[in-house]
Each structure stands twice: as structure tokens, then as C-alpha cells.
Nanobody, 126 residues
Framework: QVQLVESGGGLVQAGGSLRLSCAAS????????IGWFRQAPGKEREGISC????????VYSTSVKGRFTISRDNAKNTVYLQMDRLKPEDTAVYSC???????????????????WGQGTQVTVSS
């Protein structure tokens, strides 16, 4: 079983950047694909990005493609989400999640993930 802790959230002005981290403990991330999700008040949870266990496959939602970049450093047991050109509509609680398995591809479906962090708040002001 793996525990996930997000960090790096905060308040940023529109057009700015933020880097989120998802740190794992209890298990190595070598066998987990990692997804980033966000949920704004009154909205459904949205999958925004994921990365396969070996990092060879990355997926982005259309809402963040070209602005966000996911990466992982398995040696540090950490996955990152670099968020650039932030918009007010990016405001949400951002969570990372882990899916066990040596899959070549990852998915943006919450049901695919077994372990979740508590989330970190990202607020983008206009």
C-alpha cells in the first residue's frame, strides 16, 4: 500500500506558474501509474494528466494540454505537475492518485486509481 501527499499549491495570479509535487511513501512508485485530478466547488472530479509507471506515456486533458507538464522521478518517489499560464478556471483542489500495474498506458478515469492523496488547493486570481 502506498501513501500519497501533495504539496505546492497556493495562490497565484493568472498567467503565473505553479509546480505541484506528489510524494509517495510506504512503497516505491516504480510499479504505479500516477494521475492528477482536480475538483472545483460544484463540479465533478476531472482527470487532467497521468503518467505511466516508467514515464514513457503521458496523457493530458484538452483543458490543460500545452500548459501543464507531468513528470516523474522514481528515484525520489515523486511525481510533479508543472502548471504554466494558469487561468482562473484552473482553481480547484488538485489530487494525485496511484494505480498499481506495469501498464504501458495511463488513463484519466478516477475509477482506475486505487490510492489517493488528500489534495492541495490551487487558487488562481484574475
Amino acid at each position: 500500500q502506498v501513501q500519497l501527499v501533495e504539496s505546492g499549491g497556493g495562490l497565484v495570479q493568472a498567467g503565473g506558474s505553479l509546480r505541484l509535487s506528489c510524494a509517495a511513501s510506504g512503497s516505491t512508485l516504480d510499479y504505479y501509474s500516477i494521475g492528477w485530478f482536480r475538483q472545483a466547488p460544484g463540479k465533478e472530479r476531472e482527470g487532467i494528466s497521468c503518467i505511466s509507471s516508467r514515464g514513457g506515456n503521458t496523457v493530458y486533458s484538452t483543458s490543460v494540454k500545452g500548459r501543464f507538464t507531468i513528470s516523474r522521478d522514481n528515484a525520489k518517489n515523486t511525481v510533479y505537475l508543472q502548471m504554466d499560464r494558469l487561468k482562473p478556471e484552473d482553481t480547484a483542489v488538485y489530487s494525485c492518485a496511484a494505480n498499481y500495474g506495469l501498464y504501458s498506458l495511463c488513463m484519466l478515469l478516477p475509477s482506475e486509481y486505487d490510492y489517493w492523496g488528500q489534495g492541495t488547493q490551487v487558487t488562481v486570481s484574475s
